[in-house]
């Protein structure tokens, strides 16, 4: 197993990875839509945070050399299920390739977001 990080996505806030390589699988923990040049959340709504937290799983791909293309599995946690449409329609400008996904309500994300996002992506050929 090998340890991906990256200071182009928020650093782990507790005792955890951005992501682990495990054989030709990248597990990488859920994003939230912090800024990860000043480790605050700066953006409001769930548009902008879906694209915060998103570009940040990006930058985790980027640093584990590969890409949206390569995820085979989301998990995402909205805060209010209302948000689901608006959310969708950032995540589909994303992931293009259709993973599979799981989209579940939760009560409350850290800080106060209202999203978070998981990803395994396959490394092999």
Known sequence: MKKISTDKA????GPY???ILAGDF????GQIPINPETG???VEGI???AEQSIKNVGEILKAAGTDYDHVVK????LTDIADFAAFNEVYAKYFTQNPARSCVAVKDLPK???CEVEVI???GD
């Open 10 to 13: 928020p650093a782990a806030i």
């Open 17 to 19: 990875s951005q992501a």
């Open 26 to 29: 990248l597990y990488a923990s």
């Open 40 to 42: 605050n959340v700066e």
């Open 47 to 49: 548009t902008t945070q």
């Open 74 to 77: 989301t998990t995402c946690f």
């Open 112 to 114: 106060n977001v209202l």
């Open 121 to 123: 992506a396959y490394l």
